[in-house]
Nanobody, 114 residues
Framework: QVQLVESGGGLVQPGGSLRLSCAASRIDFQLWNVAWYRQAPGKQRDRVALITSNRNTNVADSVKGRFTISRDNDLKTVYLQMSSLKPEDTAIYYC????????WGQGTQVTVSS
């Protein structure tokens, strides 16, 4: 069974930065597109960034210019570098494979507050 383990979240002030990691296991990681999602309290889970197996990337308009997605296939890990964080970025962040979704991990909490 594929497992996803997100980490790197925390409490950060507005304007700060964080780097999230998501490690996958039991999957041919390099074959699949991988995405980061987030879910704020009372809201639906939305995709914020995608990286294809060919390393093409796409980010949501709300985070464009602030978030960067990357991947390390040897480590089966996807990263989300977040900068210029805003309070509205506060959410639980998850990763998954858009074309072959697996069970969600526990996510990592990001809180942007002064």
């Amino acid at each position: 069974q594929v497992q996803l383990v997100e980490s790197g979240g925390g409490l950060v002030q507005p304007g700060g930065s964080l780097r999230l990691s998501c490690a996958a296991s039991r999957i041919d990681f390099q074959l699949w597109n991988v995405a980061w999602y987030r879910q704020a309290p009372g809201k639906q889970r939305d995709r914020v960034a995608l990286i294809t197996s060919n390393r093409n990337t796409n980010v949501a308009d709300s985070v464009k210019g602030r978030f960067t997605i990357s991947r390390d296939n040897d480590l089966k890990t996807v990263y989300l570098q977040m900068s210029s964080l805003k309070p509205e970025d506060t959410a639980i962040y998850y990763c998954n494979f858009p074309e072959r979704p697996v069970s969600w991990g526990q996510g990592t909490q990001v809180t942007v507050s002064s």
